[in-house]
């Protein structure tokens, strides 16, 4: 019932050999491509910690690029070469952690504002005393007269 019948004579049969040799053709190239590729980012790799080893043992003729310093791991890491931070772990962050503590011992507010209080626990005065709990008379005192309206009798 869901057989795939492909005719034999049919130019994109998988199983004729052409095909075959087509396939075990292409796959042998890339395999080849994929070695050579990985064969010079090896040797890229190698060369560049050579260079940078016979930097640090102050051999000379290490860099290839004239005119430009190459970095070296205690140039990136601020000339500690060690690039763990105190409690032995990488950290990566520790600018911004040392930002954020010189921030926040810099100056404390001591009246926050509204969005910094946080979610209120307890209603505020004006929901405690809502609209239709008060009477008329406090907007007759104001100035303003009310209109009554509809009181509900027929």
């Known amino acids: 019932m869901g057989k795939l019948n ?6 994109y049969h998988p199983y004729r050999r ?10 042998e190239e890339a395999a080849q491509k994929e070695a ?11 060369e560049a910690r050579i260079d940078l080893l016979r930097g640090k043992a102050g051999l000379g003729g290490g860099s ?8 070296t ?3 990136v890491t601020g000339g500690t070469g060690l690039l763990t931070g105190s409690g032995g772990h990488i950290n990566f962050f520790e600018d911004l952690e040392q930002h ?3 921030r926040s ?3 404390k507010k001591s009246d926050p504002v509204e969005t910094e209080k946080g979610v209120p626990l307890a209603p505020s005065a004006k929901d405690l005393k809502p609209w239709y709990v008060t009477n008329g008379s406090e907007k007759e005192q104001d100035g303003e ?10």
């Open 6 to 11: 492909i005719a034999h004579h049919k130019s």
């Open 18 to 27: 052409d095909n075959i040799d087509r396939v075990r053709r292409d796959e």
């Open 36 to 46: 050579r590729e990985e064969g010079r980012v090896l040797l890229a790799d190698s």
């Open 64 to 71: 290839k690029v004239k005119g430009k310093e190459k970095e």
């Open 73 to 75: 791991i205690a140039d």
């Open 100 to 102: 954020t503590i010189l």
């Open 105 to 107: 011992t810099k100056s």
């Open 145 to 154: 007269k009310e209109k009554e309206g509809w009181d509900g009798r027929t």
